[in-house]
């Protein structure tokens, strides 16, 4: 028999001066970058958070605190490889991801690709298992004032369970 199992992920991070704009694992030209503690990718952070939830591992903040040195400028794509080997330890393997990225600016379209394979080659899976898009919050509040940029993401994983009373 196999369990499937889902998680959700959330992330937004503050758009400041002198900061790379990384999503997905692809850095972005634009005036603004993400402030946070390590590389700041909301995209990949709400991916890993979805695959820690889905196994029910607790969180991001849990496993990669934002108070360990070990974690400063980190690259969010290898935390997302570590989250993958964690959720492999215990038997579970990815089904799919999909994501969406809510900015106001700049075009997330024609990096979309490479975040998928990024995000992808991480996760040891397909790119067609790996979905990401992009939206605006239409001028609305603090991300349409375009005061940071945020990622939901949901995530399916499998275990195959050998359970005895399957017969
Ligand atoms: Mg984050």
């Given at each position: 028999m196999t369990s499937f199992r889902v998680g959700i992920g959330y992330d937004v991070h503050q758009l400041v001066e002198g900061r790379a704009l990384i999503l997905g694992g692809v850095t972005i030209d634009h005036e603004l970058g993400l402030k946070g503690?390590?590389?700041?990718d909301a995209l990949t952070h709400a991916i890993i958070d979805a695959l820690l939830g889905a196994a029910a591992l607790g969180d991001i903040g849990g496993h990669f605190?934002?108070?360990?040195?070990?974690?400063?400028?980190?690259d969010s794509v290898e935390l997302l490889r570590q989250t993958v080997g964690l959720l492999s330890d215990r038997g579970y393997s990815i089904g799919n991801v999909d994501s969406i990225i809510v900015a106001?600016?700049?075009?997330m379209k024609p990096h979309i690709p490479a975040m998928r394979v990024q995000l992808a080659d991480a996760m040891r899976v397909?790119?067609?298992s790996v979905s990401v898009k992009a939206t605006t919050?239409?001028?609305?509040?603090p991300i349409g004032r375009r005061e940071g940029i945020a990622a939901r993401a949901v995530a399916l994983i499998y275990r195959r369970e050998n359970n005895r009373d399957d017969g």
């Open positions: 503690h390590s590389d700041a605190p934002d108070s360990d040195e070990r974690w400063r400028g980190a106001e600016a700049p075009r397909d790119s067609d919050d239409e001028g609305l509040g």
